[in-house]
């Protein structure tokens, strides 16, 4: 499927349908798996981006990023937890 994907981006009906019977697949397994994939280049592209970046700031400035980053994860963690118990009381 990658191959094919490389020579034609977008798939019409009759070749999904081509491509599923080449594969031993169904139609609706064919489209899974495309979605699939494109899904996975996508999160590849938009990590090389936020690689790209992170690559471009100084020392100074990754370090804030990063500080920012885990303080919002804390105080999400935080407030899940809050929540859970909160829930757990109302028991």
């Known amino acids: 499927m990658e191959k094919r994907f490389q020579i034609q981006k977008y798939i019409t009906k009759p070749d999904r349908r081509q491509l599923a019977a080449t594969l ?3 139609d609706p397994q064919v489209t899974y798996r495309l979605f699939d994939f494109i899904t ?12 790209n ?3 471009k ?7 804030n ?11 999400k963690s935080e407030n899940e937890m809050e929540t859970h118990y909160r829930r757990e009381g109302e028991k």
């Open 40 to 51: 996975f280049l996508v999160q590849i592209l938009n990590a090389r981006v936020t690689l």
């Open 53 to 55: 970046f992170l690559c």
């Open 24 to 26: 031993g697949l169904t």
């Open 57 to 63: 700031l100084d020392h100074a400035k990754l370090t």
């Open 65 to 75: 990023v990063l500080y920012d980053l885990g303080e919002s994860l804390v105080s």
